[in-house]
């Protein structure tokens, strides 16, 4: 069975940095390109990232680019996002999700993780 | 970017059919996935490429595209149907290649 677990979340300051990962297990992690998705408290779902199964190609969100880099490790089987200059807006549940190709060409996300709570305040 | 419009929230009793659309610049030349958010939960796939099930979804869930408009159809509507759907695309532009719509909030009477 398929199974994506994200960690990393927590409160952190504006200005501040966090790192989440996501552990993947059930499939072939270097075969599928993985995202980021995020939802704001009483919002709906963002796309913030993603990674192809190789990780040689990235994608990012107009509202995180600059300050966002995803990457991850197959022999580990674990993805990662970097945030800086983290902004009260960036407050989210972040989700990991397995997507459909090895590259980053469209597809659905399935499964998603269950999500960890970023939040960003002073 | 691209923009995909769904309805706030649609209405519906139990056992009856609900539609739930997502409208969008020529969506019909687009696939469409559907995914289902209950409360306090992760989103869970329920249709993907307009009209495809994955494997555990009811056969109550079923999905249409044409035109500029798709939709999600919940037959015999349950009370465990109550939830968030949200519509999503692939668009090649480089900025925000994977959309959402807004999402629908199920009411079941």
């Known amino acids: 069975e398929v199974h994506l677990v994200e960690s990393g979340g927590g409160l952190v300051q504006p200005g501040g940095t966090l790192r989440l990962s996501c552990a993947a297990s059930?499939?072939?992690?270097?075969?599928?390109?993985m995202s980021w998705v995020r939802q704001a408290p009483g919002e709906g779902l963002e796309w913030v990232s993603a990674?192809?199964?190789?990780?040689?190609?990235?994608y990012y969100a107009s509202s995180v680019r600059g300050r966002c880099t995803v990457s991850r490790d197959n022999s580990k089987n674990t993805l990662y996002v970097q945030m800086n200059s983290l902004r009260v807006d960036d407050t989210a549940v972040y989700y990991c999700?397995?997507?459909?190709?090895?590259?980053?060409?469209?597809?659905?996300?399935?499964?998603w993780g269950q999500g960890t709570l970023v939040t960003v305040s002073s | 970017s691209y923009v995909l419009t769904q309805p706030p929230s649609v209405s519906v009793a139990p056992g009856q059919t609900a539609r739930i659309t997502c409208g969008g610049d020529k969506i019909g030349s687009k696939s469409v996935h559907w995914y289902q958010q209950r409360p306090g939960q992760a989103p869970v796939l329920v249709v993907s490429d307009d009209s495809d099930r994955p494997s555990g979804i009811p056969e109550r869930f079923s999905g249409s595209n044409s035109g500029n408009t798709a939709t999600l159809t919940i037959s015999r509507v349950e009370a465990g149907d109550e939830a968030d759907y949200y519509c999503q695309v692939w668009d090649s532009r480089i900025d925000r290649p994977y959309v959402f719509g807004a999402g629908t909030k199920v009411t079941v009477l």
């Open positions: 059930g499939f072939t992690f270097s075969n599928y390109a």
């Open positions: 999700a397995k997507g459909l190709y090895s590259g980053i060409q469209g597809g659905w996300f399935d499964p």
């Open positions: 990674i192809s199964g190789s990780g040689d190609s990235t």
